[in-house]
């Protein structure tokens, strides 16, 4: 008889090809879900400082403790809980303008350079 069903291999609608030829563990290649998961957390999970910003705090020696940056990624989920989406961060005699979807710092300004200074596109404000 012809039409002897084998065990051994998948049984498919007539004229479907065979999907599985070929196919290895999808789940064995790539990272695993948590590597991925803490890449993830560990790159969003910090506020980040944008390459102007970074030139800024150089540029007016603002040197930031470890405590100053954890005070400040408080003020961004702080923002974030409330809806924020640009935000002036005040940090002691600093500000920060900050992104709060990317968590990223556009821009820092120390108290001197403050003096007369406008801040705009933000809408809100976090004082610390």
Do not use: Y
């Not at 998948?10 to 030829?21: K, S």
């Not at 990272?31 to 910090?46: D, H, I, T, W, Y």
């Not at 954890?70 to 002691?92: F, M, Q, T, Y």
Request: proline letters at 3%; aromatic letters at 4%; hydrophobic letters at 40%.
């Amino acid at each position: 008889m012809a039409n002897k069903i084998d065990l051994t291999k998948p049984v498919l609608p007539v004229g479907q090809p065979n999907r599985t030829a070929g196919r290895t563990n999808s789940l064995s290649q790539g990272p695993a879900f948590a590597e991925v998961l803490r890449s993830q957390l560990g790159e969003k999970g910090q506020v980040q400082f944008s390459k102007h910003a970074r030139e800024r705090l150089e540029n007016r020696g603002i040197n930031l403790t470890a405590g100053d940056l954890l005070k400040l990624n408080d003020a961004v989920e702080k923002a974030a809980r409330k809806g924020a989406r640009e935000s002036l961060v005040l940090l002691d005699n600093l500000a920060f303008i900050v992104s709060i979807a990317s968590k990223t710092v556009v821009t820092a300004v120390d108290g001197q350079s403050m003096k007369e200074h406008v801040f705009t596109n933000i809408d809100s404000a976090v004082i610390l």
